[in-house]
């Protein structure tokens, strides 16, 4: 049977919790990840609403983009919106999932979705970070290397860009000298040993770390495993906010926004004085994304779209781009149906016992705004 966390776990392949930031509050939010699962319905935001179309729909585990419970739960009566959501999911057994900004990480994301809804082309991470990287090194005996190195390859290490199997390897000579307790795997406990060994080196996400590890447990012959793991200050390029493209044709300020209406089905756009001729190179972040106007007119965009800005983040584009503020729940709205086609084309690998049309995604419109 299905259980919630086969579902999950899906989805933190395409955005692993550890992309998310540190303010956040993502994972499983409420329920039981050992509960079978009878529908998925997928939503932006969990309100109460959604709760009720999940049980509309006879689906317990609604996977939401925005976590319903953000700065933590005090008390449960029932007073605010937070609440009447969360008591009546309990109610009802329904477990909800949130991944929120593990998704906006996520290179295959929110706004990878708005950049494929917009057909811009060569799409690369606006804002790439630091600190998902580590490297690891283990010292094995020559015969051993080669199972070793293929074994954390499978388990995920050893990605670069557009390369894999990527490893350091050096052969050099180890020492040990093990004590009564001691099972050496090659030479004599209370003797002192000299060994040829590989040295191998790998980098590697941290959310593979315990997977890494697993691996290179498995198939390091040793009953003690010499090795280091540190942390990278290196930039993925592959994780971080927002996204830039081309797009095919340059188009002038004015169809440009005209196609942004129809795609993103807007009522109004609000933008910053039109100070280009063409719009060619696009810059995209779901959601709240005054935080990423400086880096958006440094990658060279011709326009940057958005939601959330302010009367004087306005003024911040400088004559250099278009800012254009499309609004929060706009802007993220194919968020969900990214996670409708993604969890469809996964369930049939791991979850036969759950059919596709037991992925639902949600009707309810949770947009707070209204215009007049
Ligand atoms: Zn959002």
Redesign the pocket.
């Known amino acids: 049977m299905t259980k919630v966390k086969h579902i999950t776990a899906q989805i933190e392949e395409l955005c692993p919790l550890t992309y998310a930031e540190d303010f956040d509050n993502v994972g499983l939010l409420v329920g039981d990840d050992m509960q079978t699962v009878t529908g998925v319905l997928v939503a932006l935001d969990c309100l109460e609403s959604t709760v009720d179309e999940a049980i509309e729909h006879q689906c317990n585990l609604i996977v939401s983009?925005?976590p319903i419970i953000f700065k933590g739960l005090k008390k449960l009566n029932g007073k605010n919106y937070v609440e009447r959501a969360v008591i009546k999911a309990i109610k009802n057994d329904i477990a909800i999932y949130a991944m929120?900004t593990a998704l906006d990480n996520s290179f295959k994301g929110v706004s990878a979705k708005m950049g494929e809804m917009l057909d811009l082309q060569n799409t690369q991470v606006l804002m790439p970070q630091k600190g998902h990287l580590r490297k690891l090194t283990t010292y094995a005996p020559e015969n051993a290397a080669e199972e070793i190195r293929t074994a954390l390859f499978e388990a995920g290490a050893g990605h670069i860009g557009n390369y894999s199997h990527c490893s350091f390897n050096l052969q050099g000579e180890g020492t040990y000298l093990g004590n009564e307790h001691s099972e050496p795997a090659i030479g004599d406990k209370g003797k002192l040993e000299t060994v040829g060994e590989n040295f191998i080196s790998v980098i590697f996400e941290k959310h593979l770390e315990p997977k890494i590890l697993q691996a290179l447990d498995d198939t390091h012959p040793y009953d003690e495993v010499a090795y280091d793991i540190v942390g990278l200050e290196n930039v993925h390029d592959r994780i971080g906010m927002g996204v830039i493209g081309e797009l095919k044709q340059a188009l002038s300020p004015h169809n440009f926004f005209e196609s942004l209406k129809r795609t993103f089905d807007l009522k109004t756009i609000r933008h910053s004085e039109i100070s280009k001729t063409e719009i060619k190179k696009v810059a995209v972040l779901?959601?709240?994304g005054s935080f990423a106007i400086e880096q958006a007119i440094n990658s060279g965009a011709d326009i940057y779209i958005t939601a959330d800005l302010k009367y004087h983040d306005f003024y911040r584009a400088e004559g250099k781009l278009i800012l254009a503020d499309i609004g929060?729940y706009e802007s993220?709205q194919f968020t969900k149906n990214l996670l409708v086609e993604y969890l469809t084309k996964k369930i049939t690998n791991f979850a036969p016992a759950l059919p596709k049309s037991r992925i639902i995604l949600a009707k309810n419109n949770t947009n707070p705004i209204n215009y007049f």
Request: zero cysteines; a negative charge; charged letters at 10%.
């Open positions: 983009f925005h929120h779901g959601g709240s929060h993220e």
